[in-house]
């Protein structure tokens, strides 16, 4: 199993202790792309064409809400697109 299916694995059981840099690599497989305000925020928002925006913060460990929204793009939820 490569590391990033064990990274995989770990979000789909909502893992406690995920950080920022893993959720970013899952979401820009994914397609999404990385948006940083050029205010200074301590946030992040995740954007793809036809989806809902996802805003994560750098804060570590990542809530698991955050984890939860990552968690249905990785297993493909409609719940996120735009209508």
């Keep these: 199993m490569s590391k990033f299916d ?3 694995v770990r979000i789909r059981n909502l893992d406690k202790n ?3 840099v893993e959720l970013q690599k ?3 497989f ?5 948006y940083a305000p050029s205010s200074g925020s301590s946030h992040r928002t995740f954007r793809k064409k036809g989806c809902v925006p996802i ?11 955050y984890v939860e929204m990552v968690k ?3 297993e493909g939820g409609q719940a ?3 209508e």
Excluded: D
């Design 80 to 82: 996120n697109e735009e």
């Design 30 to 34: 994914y397609g999404y792309e990385m």
């Design 72 to 74: 249905e793009v990785v």
């Design 55 to 65: 805003t994560i913060p750098l804060h570590e460990p990542i809530k698991r809400a």
């Design 26 to 28: 899952v979401l820009e």
């Design 6 to 8: 064990k990274l995989l």
């Design 18 to 20: 995920m950080r920022f």
